[in-house]
C-alpha cells in the first residue's frame, strides 16, 4: 500500500502560479506510474499530466504550455507547477502512483491521495 498527500493548493487569481506537491510514503524510483489528474465539479476525472517513459512527459491539452510535471525520488515527491491558471483550472487536483507501468494519462492507478483544492477566480 502507498499513501499520496497533495499538497499546495490554494485560491489565486487568474494568471496567477500555484505548485502542488505530493509525498508518496513509498520509494517513488519504484513508481513506474505517477500522474496528476482533476476533477471539477459535475466533471468527470481528467488526467492531466505524467511521465511517458525516461522522464519525457505528456500533458492535457488544456494545461500544456503552462503545467509542468516533474518528480524528486530523493525527496519522493512529485511536483506541479502550474502558471497563468484560468478561472476552468478550477478543480480538485489528485496525485495518483502505481508500480505497474500505465499507459498515458489513464485513471486505471491503483494508489490515489485525497486531493487538494486549487480555485482560480478572475
Known amino acids: 500500500q502507498v499513501q499520496l498527500v497533495e499538497s499546495g493548493g490554494g485560491s489565486v487569481q487568474a494568471g496567477g502560479s500555484l505548485r502542488l506537491s505530493c509525498a508518496a510514503s513509498?520509494?517513488?524510483?519504484?513508481?513506474?506510474?505517477m500522474a496528476w489528474f482533476r476533477q471539477a465539479p459535475g466533471e468527470e476525472r481528467e488526467g492531466i499530466a505524467t511521465?511517458?517513459?525516461?522522464?519525457?512527459?505528456a500533458y492535457a491539452e488544456s494545461v500544456k504550455g503552462r503545467f509542468t510535471i516533474s518528480k524528486d525520488d530523493l525527496k519522493n515527491s512529485l511536483y506541479l507547477q502550474m502558471n497563468d491558471l484560468k478561472p476552468e483550472d478550477t478543480a480538485v487536483y489528485y496525485c495518483?502512483?502505481?508500480?505497474?507501468?500505465?499507459?498515458?494519462?489513464?485513471?486505471?492507478?491503483?494508489?490515489w491521495g485525497r486531493g487538494t483544492q486549487v480555485t482560480v477566480s478572475s
Open positions: 511521465f511517458i517513459r525516461d522522464g519525457i512527459t
Open positions: 495518483a502512483a502505481d508500480f505497474r507501468r500505465i499507459e498515458g494519462l489513464n485513471a486505471g492507478a491503483q494508489f
Open positions: 513509498a520509494a517513488t524510483w519504484r513508481l513506474n506510474y
